[in-house]
C-alpha cells in the first residue's frame, strides 16, 4: 500500500524548534519530490516546502530562513525542520507526494499521495 | 509571489445541478494548475492536473479548462458526496518553482 505517515508534530513554546518526519512505503521514495503543507483549523492549505529528487528546495518567502526540507532515501524519510517557531505557525502539517521522476522523465500529475498530518502547536 | 484567486468563496448548489468554480493567478501559468477535493476530517484528493486531465479514478463529471491566468473547475451534475471545499494549485518553474494554493471554494448543498 502506497502511503506517507507523519511523526514528531506536538506543542512547542514560542522561539522554540521542532523536526518533522515523514515515513513512506509502497513505492520507490527516490524517484519523487515531496512537499510539506500546513493547513490552520478552518483554514486553507498552504504550502510550506518542497524538495527534489535531486535535493533540490523550495519555499515560499513567508518561510524562508526558518524552515529547512530534507530527504534521506536511504530511510524512506522526508524531514521538515522548523526555527523559531511563532502562534502563525500553528497547523496540521501533511507530507504529500509530488513529481514523478521515474526513468528521468518526470512528471507532475498534483500531489497524489497525503499523510494524515501531524498537528503543531505554539503555545506558551 | 504567484497569488492565486478563487471565487466564489461558497456556492450553494442542489444535488443533480451543475456547479462552476474559478481560479485566477496573478501571473500566467500556463496550464500548470491542478484541482484538490477536501471533505470534512479528511485529507485533500487531486482531482485534475496540468488544468485538465483528470487524476485515476476521478468521474467524468469532474471537468476542468483554462490556461494562462484564468481557469474553471465544472462539476456538470453535483453528487452528495461531491459537497466539499475545492482549491485550485498552480506549480511554477520560472523563475523559482512555488507551488501556491488558492484559499478555497466551499460547495454547499443549497
Known amino acids: 500500500e502506497v502511503q506517507l505517515v507523519e511523526s514528531g508534530g506536538g506543542i512547542v513554546q514560542p522561539g522554540g524548534s521542532l523536526r518533522l518526519s515523514c515515513a513512506a512505503s509502497?513505492?520507490?521514495?527516490?524517484?519523487?519530490?515531496f512537499h510539506w503543507v500546513r493547513q490552520g483549523t478552518g483554514k486553507g492549505l498552504e504550502w510550506v516546502s518542497g524538495?527534489?529528487?535531486?535535493?533540490?528546495?523550495h519555499y515560499p518567502d513567508s518561510v524562508k530562513g526558518r524552515f529547512t526540507i530534507s530527504r534521506e532515501n536511504a530511510k524512506n524519510s522526508l524531514y521538515l525542520q522548523i526555527n523559531s517557531l511563532r502562534a502563525g505557525d500553528t497547523a496540521v502539517y501533511y507530507c504529500?507526494?509530488?513529481?514523478?521522476?521515474?526513468?528521468?522523465?518526470?512528471?507532475?500529475?498534483?500531489?497524489?499521495?497525503w499523510g494524515q498530518g501531524t498537528p503543531v502547536t505554539v503555545s506558551s | 509571489e504567484i497569488v492565486m484567486t478563487q471565487s466564489p468563496a461558497t456556492l450553494s448548489v442542489s444535488p443533480g445541478e451543475r456547479a462552476t468554480l474559478s481560479c485566477r493567478a496573478s501571473?500566467?501559468?500556463?496550464?500548470?494548475l491542478a484541482w484538490y477535493q477536501q471533505k470534512v476530517g479528511q485529507t485533500p484528493r487531486v482531482l485534475i492536473f496540468?488544468?485538465?486531465t483528470r487524476a485515476t479514478g476521478i468521474p467524468a463529471r469532474f471537468s476542468g479548462s483554462g490556461s494562462g491566468t484564468e481557469f474553471t473547475l465544472t462539476i456538470s451534475s453535483l453528487q452528495s458526496e461531491d459537497f466539499a471545499v475545492y482549491y485550485c494549485?498552480?506549480?511554477?518553474?520560472?523563475?523559482?518553482?512555488?507551488?501556491?494554493f488558492g484559499q478555497g471554494t466551499k460547495v454547499e448543498i443549497k
Open positions: 501571473q500566467s501559468i500556463s496550464s500548470n
Open positions: 504529500a507526494r509530488g513529481e514523478d521522476c521515474t526513468g528521468g522523465y518526470c512528471h507532475y500529475d498534483g500531489m497524489d499521495v
Open positions: 524538495i527534489g529528487t535531486a535535493g533540490d528546495t
Open positions: 494549485q498552480q506549480y511554477n518553474n520560472w523563475p523559482e518553482r512555488t507551488w501556491t
Open positions: 509502497g513505492f520507490i521514495f527516490k524517484n519523487y519530490d
Open positions: 496540468g488544468a485538465s
